[in-house]
Nanobody, 115 residues
């Protein structure tokens, strides 16, 4: 069993900042990369950012330069620092990891950016 729990979502004005956190627990011995995805109403789920256990990062084009993904020293935690938020960043944000041989997802945390 693997559990992913997100926190930190909320309501913020455009231009503001939020930090999301994800904690992984359970059978995570073989966990390597972790990622944030988001899904807005009526849209497909999309990659926001990903990070490997070695610290290599990858960002979606729409958030590059505004968001920063990081792993904790214990490697089972992950954060997403979101700056200069825009109304189009409004979505449910999900934490995801892959442990052979399947994906695991958190329940999601709502981020709402008002204009």
């Amino acid at each position: 069993q693997v559990q992913l729990v997100e926190s930190g979502g909320g309501l913020v004005q455009a231009g503001g900042s939020l930090t999301l956190s994800c904690v992984a627990s359970g059978s995570i011995f073989n966990m390597n990369s972790m990622a944030w995805y988001r899904q807005a109403p009526g849209k497909q789920r999309e990659l926001v950012a990903a990070i490997t256990s070695a610290g290599t990062t990858n960002y979606g084009a729409s958030v590059k330069g505004r968001f920063t993904i990081a792993r904790g020293s214990a490697k089972n935690t992950m954060s997403l620092q979101m700056n200069s938020l825009k109304p189009e960043d409004t979505a449910v944000y999900y934490c995801k990891t892959y442990i052979p041989y399947r994906d695991y997802w958190g329940q999601g945390t709502q981020v709402t950016v008002s204009s």
